[in-house]
Structures are given as structure tokens and as C-alpha cells.
């Protein structure tokens, strides 16, 4: 038992070390990975402007903006992610070495938290300045506990996403690209869905998306001084997503696993 | 001629084979509307919201927003194309160096898989318009000041010919950086789509930015190209189309002469660098 978890957090470590390592290993990686969020939402901002939109509309996009980065890494680098390492040959290497792939799985989610992390704080920080974005943070707990509750319930999605499209062909890429932009525009990436002239039905669809309940809340707390008592109900919506979202991870693995075993899917390339 | 003729028809083929045999016709349909329109659908809503809260509903200001978001289509998936072909046949599918040696030149075959990103990108206009005009407009009750039969469509082909073959110049610049370096092909899409999206009075009037921003966006074709698609779409009367059509023409020559000498010196390069079938382990 001790044995098999220390095996377990070797590779947790090993596969968190490798995604740090090789998400920094290209500066003009880094550098893109920083302006282009920055050329996106300075475009919002200033339709904003041109609309004569209060200023705390500013921040709104600035978040939306920062908070995107990491939905991005979800769906590219952890989602996409076993789709990738099927093409490159690595894939099959997972699956013989005898630890569980929720650790290898895990190593990506932190390495990819810790790398976006260090992204989004420059992205919010460059954002805010150019800006003069409004922010007002009287519970700076409740903000962190909000990112952290926002964060793993993201990357437990990208777990459950990890195990469908490990048995994608050339679709992985296209899904992917499917799950962007309609993400930003249900989660209220950029505007806010609270208000009146957004259908009921898009709110609706919204509150299937983590991030929308993440975004609500940071947005409440940095921008409006709200506390926990204003937010509790995206604590608990953030909480019921982890709950769920991370057991149903682990099953769909299992599942996928046995299934690209059963079809001999699970070192196809070039589908 | 005849080579020329048949390597720009095969390419176009080809490009239509990859990028439609991983789904039925419905769920490709569905792809290449989904994108578009939630990017419309945000700015719609950004605008509507901001309109709210602010100076109050412009119809003039959302058709520009909405003609603009629309025809952006054609910036967003030529660069997706020609900035993915060399990265796609040279590490992914190891067929760039049988491309190379093949009878037809390969700047032929780029601008056909380049024309098969154009051919998408108008299915994608075609349908984002007509389901964009469903959702504002009939499901939202929003006014459109846009007279669809009444549309100018002289200056409308021009600026869409002139404008297209910009892109696909700028398209040749990609390929030209992807062919001398490796892993960038994902950045120089973003980079190029936000720098235009941004400085190229897309969705706001570019006088809204900054002096320096404003002396950027003059010198980029697009801000023209989208200028008199709107004055065409609107039917609108103006003195200076004659005049964006002449900075359309002129920055499309200066991107062309750029394209070429980029694309000529990269081919120089892979040449006695051996890149041209670099393996890359993507």
C-alpha cells in the first residue's frame, strides 16, 4: 500500500516536473502565451469603451481574459493531452508502467495549474494596469479560495475529457477547437450573464460549464467587494462539479482504457 | 500551365479530403458554424450589454460590429490553414519532401490547400450570417440596418478579391516562418488573428484607440479590406471608396513583395539546411 503510493507520487512528480520543464523550455512560447490573451481582450475592452460602458467592464474582461488562459490549458494540454501522446509513441509507455494513469493524470494537472498560474498572474497584472481596471478585494481568502474551487473543478474536467479523447483520431483536434470559443461564450468569458438581456436558456446551458460559477464568483469578489456570504452558491456549485467530476474521471478511464484495449485503438496514429 | 492548373485543383482536393473525412457532412456543418457564431455571439452580446450600461443601442454601430466579426472568417481560417500546412506535412504526415520533389512546384500546392481555407471560411460567412441574422435578429428582436438585395456587390468582390489574396500572401509569410523553424505554427495563427482583430477595426471604430494604435491600423490591409465591404453590405454612398480600394491594392502589392521574398529566402534556407523533411517528434 505505501509502497504503491509512493510509486504513485514519483509519478505524479516525474509528470509535473516534465510538463513545467517542457512548458518553459521555449521563451517565445512563454512571450505568445502572455501578449496574444492580452491582444484578444484589449479588443473587448475597447468595444467596451466605444460603448461608453463603466469601467469596472474593464475588469470584467480582464478576468474573463485571465481566466481563459487556463481553460485553454485544460482543453489543449490536458484534454488533448493523451491524444498527443498517442501520436508521439508515448502513450503505450504509460500504460505499462505499473502506476495508476489518475497519477500521470494528476503530475499534468499540476504542472499545468503551476505553469498557467504563473501566465494568468501576469496576464491579470499587465491587464489591469493597461487598463486602469477598477478592483476592489475585501476578502482576499474568499478570492483564493474561489480560484483554488474554480481551478479543480477545470482540471478535473480535463481528467474526464483526458480519457475520451485518448482514443481520438484527427476528431480530437477538431473537438478541441469545438469546446473553445462556445466555452468562452457560455461561461460569460467576457460579459456578464447575470444580466437581463441574456436569455434564459444560454443561462441555463451556463450553469453546466465550471467556469461559469468560477468566474461569477472571483468577478463578485475582486470586482464588487463581495464576500462569502455573497457567493456562497458558487462555492457550492464548484463543489458539487468536484465531486463529481473527479470520481466520474477515474471510471471514465477505466472504461476507455478496456474499450481501446477491446478495439486495438490504443496505439493507432495518423487516424 | 496545365500543371500549374492541375496542382492548385489537387491541393484544393486534398485539403478538402483532410479537413472533412473525420466526420459526416452534418457534424463538419456543425463545426464550421459552432466556431464562428459563438465568436459572434460574444461580441453581439458584449455589444448589447455594453449598450446597456452605456451611450445606448446604435443599430449603425452593431451592423459594423456584426459585418466585421463575420468577415473576419477569412483572416481566422487562412492563417489557420497555411500557418498548420507545413507543420502537418512535414512532422505529422511525412509528406512534404515527396510534395517537394513531385513535378508541380510547391508554392502551387500551398495556394490551393490556401484556396481550400478560403473555400471554408465562405461556407463558414455564409452560414455564420444567415444564423447570425436568425439569433439577433428574429430571436432577439434586434434591428439589422442591413438591406440583404440591396447589397453593392461590385465593390463587395473587389475588396473580398483584393483582400483574400493579401491573406494568402501573409499566408506565405507563415509558411516561409514555419518552414525555417519548428513548434511555432499554433502562435503565428494567434498572433496575426489578434494583432489584426485588434488594430484592424473589427469590431470597434479604430478611432477608439490610441494615436499609435490608430497609425497601425492604417497601415493594415484589413482596415480597408472591411471598410468597403461595409459601405458595399450597407449600400452605403461614399467618396472614399475609390480611395480604400487604392491603400487596399497598394498593401496588397507591398504584402505580396514581402510574401514572395520570405517564402523565396525560407525554400533557400530548407534547401542547404536540409529542413525540408525534418522530423520534428511533434
Known sequence: MREELVH???AVYARLWVRIKGGNREPEWIVAELVIPLLTLSAYVYLYKMLNAPAEFAGF????GTMIAFWVNVLWNMSAQFYWEKETGNLEIYFVTPVSRMAILLGMAL???VNTTLRAVVILGAGTFLFQAPLIVNEPLTALLMFMLTIIALYALGMLFASLFML????????ANLLQEP???FSGSYFPLSSQIVPYAVQLLSSLIPLTFGLDGIRRVIIQGQGIREIWLDVVALSVFIIILLPLARFALNYMENLGKKEGRLTLRWQ | MNTILRTVKQAIWLG???ETNWADPLIFAIYYLIRPLSGLLIVGFVFLIGSAFGAGFSPEYFAYMFIGNSFFIYVVQIMMTMSMLIHDDRAHYEVLKHIYLSPGSWTWYILGRALNGVMNASISLLLTLGFGVLIFQHALGIQIPINWVGINFPPLLLSLTLGIVCFIAIGFILCGINIMT?????MLTDYVSGILYLFGGVIFVPQVLPSWGQTISNALPITYFLRIIRLAVLNMESSSVEADLFYLFITMIATIILGVVVFKIAEYKARRDGLIDKKEEY
Open chain 1, 61 to 64: 474582461v480582464v478576468i474573463g
Open chain 1, 183 to 185: 466555452v468562452y461564450f
Open chain 1, 168 to 175: 481520438y483520431g484527427r476528431e480530437a483536434w477538431h473537438t
Open chain 2, 16 to 18: 478538402w479530403k483532410v
Open chain 2, 182 to 186: 519548428s513548434k511555432v505554427q499554433f
Open chain 1, 111 to 113: 504542472g499545468g495549474i
Open chain 1, 8 to 10: 504513485n507520487l514519483r
